[in-house]
């Protein structure tokens, strides 16, 4: 019963002074594979569309867009890098107004995804990811405001089938990002 007077606050104080935003950031990717020797850095492009007050909370449904110029999961006898990440996540957004020019925020969420591989077996590998980000927003007029933060990402691959045997891989991600969002 408790969860649900919760829920239900939440869910009323989000209808109370929320407004529909949309975003576009783009920031640089660091992963570092937990079993493996491997590492990639690359550029991060995110679009998303989040409904919610500024200086309270709000839900965020994003699209990622990540180059990928490393050969972690194709095939070694192969000449093609694995494919670009793109991913879909879900967040919940709380932000602090403590009377000062910007409005620090904390985010956590989870997605999924998919990238192209050349293997024998397999053309694409699925993954699931948890993300917490910390940040703020800097208002630059009643519609517009400006986001910095930094996101960690722990981020688990499908198993990858190697004939013998059946392996799966996990990382952790260091994203550092700006972004614009315009609020209606």
């Known amino acids: 019963m408790k969860k649900t007077i919760l829920f239900l606050l939440l869910i009323s104080s989000l209808y109370a002074q929320g407004r529909v935003y949309l975003g576009v950031s783009g920031g ?34 994003s699209l990622d867009y990540a180059t990928n110029s490393s050969k972690i999961f194709s095939a070694p006898n192969t000449n093609s890098n694995d494919g670009n990440k793109y991913g879909f996540n879900v967040s919940l957004l709380k932000s602090f107004d403590w009377d000062i020019y910007i409005l620090p925020f904390i985010r956590v969420g989870f997605g999924s995804g998919f990238l192209d591989i050349d293997r024998r077996l397999q053309q694409n590998l699925s993954y699931g990811s948890f993300q917490g980000s910390l940040g703020s927003f800097v208002p630059l007029s009643d519609a517009f405001d400006l986001e910095l933060g930094y996101e960690i990402r722990s981020t688990s691959y499908e198993g990858i089938d190697t004939i013998t045997q059946k392996t799966s891989e996990s990382s952790l991600s260091n994203i550092a990002y700006i972004g614009v969002n315009y609020r209606f």
């Open 28 to 61: 640089l990717y660091n992963e570092t594979f937990t079993t493996l020797e491997a590492s990639n850095s690359s550029t991060m492009a995110t679009l998303k569309i989040g409904y919610g007050d500024i200086k309270s909370y709000a839900v965020e449904f």
